[in-house]
């Protein structure tokens, strides 16, 4: 049941599409309206809020690359086979 639901959604991930969004919303969340929204003297867990922004932007786009590459790997076994 898990593979068929993994493979259900990798067949709906149009990876090239999906890059190319990944892309332009993080150029969208490092400029501006974005940068100023988080740029308060808030501080939570002792870390100014733009800092922990960033952090977690960060994270979260390597979370992004790394599942879009496992899905691009196993596209291509999948062609291998």
Do not use: Q
Request: glycine share 4%.
């Amino acid at each position: 049941m898990r593979t068929r639901l993994r493979d259900g959604v990798l067949k709906k991930l149009k990876l090239t599409d999906s890059w190319v969004i990944c892309f332009v919303l993080g150029f969208i969340m490092m400029n501006y309206p974005f940068i100023s929204i988080f740029n308060k003297t808030l501080r939570p867990f002792g870390i100014p809020l733009l800092y922990l922004y960033l952090l977690l932007g960060w994270i979260c786009s390597i979370v992004i690359v790394y599942l879009f590459s496992r899905a691009e790997r196993h596209k291509s076994d999948k062609e291998r086979s």
